[in-house]
């Protein structure tokens, strides 16, 4: 079955640094285009799209995170990344990672209602 794992959320300082992991197993990506994608939810807030990428090269970042945030894809490992700078308070959520085949990013970022596949989450807190 498809499955995708997060992996490396955690406490941090304000300032701090945390990377994510999303790992992918049941499905071949590398065999059509596709888009993965980090989300965020905090309590009593919609999930918000924070960083994008397909298999075109083409990446998007929510306005919030840019030059902050890095999203990134390893094929060999079949994983995706999302490299944390400069940590928030603000950023603390629980972050989803998501995937779609047969997908090219639009201009703007899509809408978590594009994709099919969802990990569970991982938690990351931020303290001031």
């Known amino acids: 079955q498809v499955q995708l794992v997060e992996s490396g959320g955690g406490s941090v300082q304000a300032g701090g640094s945390l990377t994510l992991s999303c790992a992918a197993s049941?499905?071949?990506?590398?065999?059509?285009?596709?888009?993965m994608a980090w989300f965020r939810q905090a309590p009593g807030k919609e999930r918000e799209g924070v960083a994008a990428l397909d298999s075109a090269g083409s990446r998007s970042y929510v306005d919030s995170v840019k030059g902050r945030f890095t999203i990134s894809e390893d094929n060999a490992k079949n994983t995706l990344y999302l490299q944390m700078n400069s940590l928030k308070p603000e950023d603390t959520a629980t972050y989803y990672c998501?995937?779609?085949?047969?997908?090219?990013?639009?201009?703007?970022?899509?809408?978590?209602?594009?994709?099919?596949?969802w990990g569970q989450g991982t938690q990351v807190t931020v303290s001031s």
């Open positions: 998501a995937a779609r085949r047969w997908c090219r990013l639009p201009e703007t970022m899509p809408s978590s209602s594009i994709y099919t596949y």
């Open positions: 049941g499905v071949n990506f590398i065999a059509s285009s596709y888009c």
